[in-house]
């Protein structure tokens, strides 16, 4: 059984991907991408570090929300305005609830690279742990960088495209 999100279909045993997510909210992400990761990370039967992928795109998806929140606050409050230099905005209600966006989308804004770099930490191997994981870090933009990985899983018959396949084979299933 699937169901259909933003154009795509929602395979069941994929639907690890959407907890917490609203990809119409996200039209910048490629469903087919993430789905591809997903079955990049189940081949090498490591679902579990796909989750901070999701985290991810999850505070992505809160910043954006916030920023919206923000600008529909603020063009509220600047409706209020009349524009008199000797005029203050007496709005605490409004004001504070702006505060309360930006707030949120720093805050998120910190937390989603955060939750990537954990992801590619894990994807790659590269070994770092704890606040090491950040890309702030130098010695770990550096590793990864360095890193030659290759997203392309090779499965035990030696076809390294059969993600790509399964993946094809889902979004067409039922199309003409």
Not at 34 to 62: G, T
Not at 91 to 110: F, N, R, W
Request: hydrophobic share 40%; charged share 25%.
């Amino acid at each position: 059984m699937s169901t259909t999100i933003a154009g795509s279909p929602l395979p069941d045993k994929f639907s690890h991907i959407f907890f917490e997510v609203a990809l119409q909210v996200l039209p910048e992400f490629n469903y087919d991408d993430l789905v591809y990761l997903s079955l990049l990370v189940r081949a090498q039967q490591r679902e579990p570090l796909y989750f901070s992928l999701v985290d991810a795109i999850r505070k992505v998806q809160w910043m954006k929300l916030s920023s919206r929140d923000a600008t529909i606050v603020d063009a509220a409050l600047f409706a209020q305005y009349d524009g008199s230099a000797d005029v203050a905005l007496n709005d605490p209600v409004g004001q504070i609830t702006h505060s309360k966006a930006l707030l949120e989308l720093v805050s998120h804004s910190k937390a989603a690279p955060d939750s990537l770099a954990v992801f590619l930490n894990d994807l790659l191997a590269l070994g770092y742990n704890g606040g090491n994981r950040d890309f702030r870090r130098d010695t770990f933009k550096k590793e990864l960088a360095s890193s030659r990985a290759s997203l392309e899983p090779e499965s035990s018959d030696g076809n390294h495209n059969y993600c790509c396949d399964e993946s094809d084979a889902l979004f067409h299933a039922g199309t003409d």
